[in-house]
């Protein structure tokens, strides 16, 4: 799924499907479904909303990610810190990133518009700067001069490792993230809202639709108990 100018999010594997929740949570009894019924849909919300996320960490989604090191820097947050008490939504991750002293990167976030600061949120933008072609010379003028000094670095020999350390935070990374579902519908709640940065909450959309064709049932009754 394409998101932003140049990045994407794709599965490259899954683990389990709707009926995974619940016959996880079942077994207590020794009992186990093959079909998705009315009286799984009262069990998934049960569980969800008195917390019980056991049974939610056994769907695991495998993505291939391409995003601006900037958005990176702020999903890999919910990487960090990983710890083992029961109910944490930062458990059950995986993620690995391609590296900069092995690569070279080419490939570079150009926003459309370029928004102005709110007034009253100290981190967040609203609306849009009245000088939009001023904006985007200056911004182009600044990330082509970066650019442009870091390929000739490499051209006269500096070691990739020492290079990059010029580039822009727009630069695009790829990375593997192995995530539960809880894990991944923890993200998404955090960043499809309102106050987070506009380039990640496009993320978030993206996975929020991908979750929803992989893990219908469970997604949707998850959603309607946290992100509705």
């Given at each position: 799924?394409?998101?932003?100018?140049?990045?994407?999010?794709?599965?490259?594997?899954?683990?389990?499907?709707?009926?995974?929740?619940?016959?996880?949570?079942?077994?207590?009894?020794?009992?186990?479904?093959?079909?998705?019924?009315?009286?799984?849909?009262?069990?998934?919300?049960?569980?969800?909303?008195?917390?019980?996320?056991?049974?939610?960490?056994?769907?695991?989604?495998?993505f291939h990610i391409k995003?601006?090191?900037?958005?990176?820097?702020?999903?890999?947050?919910?990487?960090?810190?990983?710890?083992?008490?029961?109910?944490?939504?930062?458990?059950?991750?995986?993620?690995?990133?391609?590296?900069?002293?092995?690569?070279?990167?080419?490939?570079?976030?150009?926003?459309?518009?370029?928004?102005?600061?709110?007034?009253?949120?100290?981190?967040?933008?609203?609306?849009?700067?009245?000088n939009q072609k001023e904006?985007?010379?200056?911004?182009?003028?600044?990330?082509?001069?970066?650019?442009?000094?870091?390929?000739?670095?490499?051209?006269?020999?500096?070691?990739?490792?020492?290079?990059?350390?010029?580039?822009?935070?727009?630069?695009?990374?790829?990375?593997?993230?192995?995530?539960?579902?809880?894990?991944?519908?923890?993200?998404i709640e955090l960043r499809?809202?309102?106050?987070?940065?506009?380039?990640?909450?496009?993320?978030?959309?993206?996975?929020?639709?991908?979750?929803?064709?992989?893990?219908?049932?469970?997604?949707?009754?998850?959603?309607?108990?946290?992100?509705?």
């Amino acid at each position: 799924m394409k998101v932003l100018d140049k990045g994407f999010i794709e599965v490259i594997d899954t683990l389990g499907n709707d009926l995974t929740v619940v016959n996880s949570a079942r077994v207590s009894f020794g009992k186990r479904k093959e079909k998705f019924d009315k009286s799984d849909e009262k069990l998934v919300r049960y569980l969800a909303k008195y917390k019980h996320y056991s049974p939610f960490r056994h769907l695991q989604t495998q993505f291939h990610i391409k995003a601006p090191e900037f958005v990176m820097r702020q999903w890999y947050k919910h990487v960090v810190g990983i710890e083992t008490t029961s109910n944490h939504p930062t458990k059950d991750h995986a993620w690995n990133e391609i590296s900069g002293r092995y690569v070279p990167y080419d490939e570079f976030y150009e926003p459309t518009e370029f928004r102005k600061q709110s007034d009253d949120n100290k981190q967040a933008s609203d609306g849009l700067v009245d000088n939009q072609k001023e904006m985007k010379q200056l911004w182009t003028i600044s990330q082509q001069n970066s650019i442009s000094a870091y390929k000739e670095m490499l051209k006269n020999g500096m070691a990739k490792e020492q290079a990059r350390s010029i580039l822009p935070l727009t630069v695009y990374t790829k990375v593997w993230w192995t995530a539960s579902f809880q894990s991944t519908m923890n993200f998404i709640e955090l960043r499809d809202e309102p106050t987070s940065q506009v380039e990640i909450q496009e993320y978030a959309k993206a996975l929020k639709e991908i979750m929803l064709e992989k893990f219908p049932e469970t997604t949707k009754l998850w959603s309607e108990i946290y992100l509705d």
